[in-house]
């Protein structure tokens, strides 16, 4: 809105010198100096904010600008910033400066030169609201410590103090625990300096600690929170070095972890998670240092291995501790940023090769048989009475797009010299894409095989999940099966809705 204001505001410094003529044929020596005139008395900056306006200004002359000099007054003096001597118009030039501003800007100084030499200055006064800190939360005491091996424990009160410079908007608090964080309670202020809590909260086992978040009114946000420590004989820490392992069938892979025990870890157990079935394939005591100690089994994974399950104990029933392991077994995963046919010779382009596990543009592409048998799949966005359809097509000149990807020179994939004829299948709901595998990928496919086609046209975009059989062509090789999940499409480009980015994730099994 105060932009919206500015702009009529500068629109009527225009009209305003409406008399003033274009015309620079012979200089009248009785013309007026030039004018400067400032939407605004003063322009106010506040360097918490991102959408500061820019100084305007509109400066007319009678006889024609022969230059513009700008400069900055700070409060270490006066510096030139930038003079222009060029002018669409000589007898009216409207000024933008988008400046980055500074809290020592004092005013902004224009001075005008006409083409008699007349000099006006014009000074316009910049107030500066200067960054300000962000809340600052302090806690007394600074830990919560109970320990219910002492005699008669007393649990400490919950207090705290939060001081804004900006003041405060809202100030929110949460419980931490093993389980999460829960909401216990808000107050919403209005721009108070200081803000100060007191509470007894009976803290148990599994808390720890009490979360307090300060918004400021500029929506600066401060989060701190303070340590509870409820001091029980702890479950055993798992700390794993991984949190996915890429390997192939049958090799030994190594699990690194690093635990720590009070009690002392007795026991490690593996478990492989296949299709949601959990088999332990691996379990040893654990003797000598079994208190804090780095520990790195292996195991074998096989094809259908989509996690493993990771059991620490310290021989209390209930008392274990599990950790999962994400796994890609046999198994290329990668995630791809492809272009619609509009980005078809443009980073990130719209071709996605199978083989290459990347993106082609078209002038690659096209570039040799080789290359061509090396592209598997085309991003398309077809646009029909403003309804837009997601598509993806395989190398064939399906529906006579190919002409619709264009490369330099006047050509396009109708110059493709070898099409893959990709194979899609739109995936049901039910299919579990986190832990595919490549049987589950293949039996998915061959069950949704009545409804193949080498294009795929996908209502529900984001999210859907496709499978792909590659052509036999294909310099990824024949006759193979994999997937690709549609993470997120960019919205329109440029103001065409047929020119977005796709993000997507495709897993893609290895040759055997």
Request: aromatic share 8%; net charge negative; glycine share 6%.
């Amino acid at each position: 809105m105060i932009r919206k204001i500015y702009t009529l505001l500068i629109l009527g410094l225009c009209l305003g010198f409406a008399a003033c003529s274009d015309d620079n044929d012979g200089l009248d020596p009785n013309a007026a100096a030039p004018v400067i005139k400032f939407p605004m008395e003063q322009l106010d900056v506040d360097l918490n904010k991102v959408d500061n306006l820019p100084v305007v200004a509109v400066i007319k002359s009678q006889a024609g600008l022969q230059s513009v000099t700008m400069k900055l007054q700070t409060v270490e003096g006066v510096t030139e910033y930038k003079t222009v001597t060029e002018f669409f118009n000589p007898n009216s030039y409207s000024l933008s400066e988008n400046l980055e501003y500074n809290a020592n800007y004092e005013a902004f100084i224009i001075e005008a030169t006409d083409k008699l030499n007349h000099v006006t200055s014009g000074t316009l006064p910049i107030a500066v609201t200067d960054v300000m800190a962000r809340p600052v939360i302090i806690f007394d005491p600074e830990e919560i410590i109970y320990d219910e091996m002492d005699e008669n424990p007393v649990m400490p009160r919950t207090t705290f103090k939060i001081v804004s410079e900006a003041g405060l908007k809202k100030v929110e608090r949460f419980l931490v625990s093993t389980d999460g964080q829960t909401p216990k309670g808000s107050d919403i202020l209005n721009g108070d300096k200081t803000y100060e809590h007191d509470e007894l909260i009976e803290y148990k086992e599994g808390d720890k600690g009490f979360k307090v978040k300060a918004e400021d009114i500029y929506g600066n946000i401060t989060i701190s929170t303070l340590q509870v420590s409820y001091k029980t004989v702890p479950v055993p820490v798992l700390t794993l070095g991984k949190e996915l392992i890429t390997t192939d069938e049958g090799v030994d892979t190594e699990v690194p972890m690093h635990i720590e025990s009070v009690r002392g870890v007795k026991q490690v157990a593996i478990f492989r998670v296949e299709n949601g079935v959990s088999t332990e394939i691996f379990r040893e005591q654990i003797v000598g240092d079994n208190k804090n100690f780095d520990y790195k089994p292996k195991v074998q994974l096989t094809e259908e291995t989509s996690q493993l399950k990771v059991v620490v104990s310290d021989g209390r029933e209930g008392k274990e501790v599990i950790g999962i392991v994400k796994t890609y077994v046999n198994m290329e995963v990668v995630q791809l940023k492809v272009g619609s046919h509009v980005l078809a010779n443009a980073e990130p382009f719209a071709l996605i090769s199978l083989n290459d596990m990347k993106t082609y543009s078209v002038d690659e592409a096209i570039s040799s048989v080789e290359s061509a048998k090396n592209v598997d799949i085309k991003f398309f966005i077809n646009s029909a009475n403003s309804v837009l359809s997601f598509r993806f097509y395989s190398m064939e000149n399906v529906d006579s797009k190919n002409s619709l990807y264009k490369g330099s020179g006047g050509k396009s994939l109708s110059n493709l010299p070898a099409k893959n004829m990709t194979k899609f299948v739109l995936f049901s709901a039910g299919f579990d894409y986190d832990a595919a595998s490549r049987s589950s990928i293949k039996n998915e496919y061959l069950a949704g095989s009545a409804d193949q086609k080498v294009y795929m046209t996908i209502d529900n975009f984001v999210g859907s999940v496709i499978g792909f059989k590659t052509s036999g062509n294909s310099s990824a090789g024949g006759e193979r099966y994999g997937v690709m999940k549609v993470l997120d499409v960019s919205g329109k480009m440029d103001n065409n809705t047929t020119k977005q980015i796709a993000t997507v994730e495709i897993k893609f099994p290895k040759k055997k």
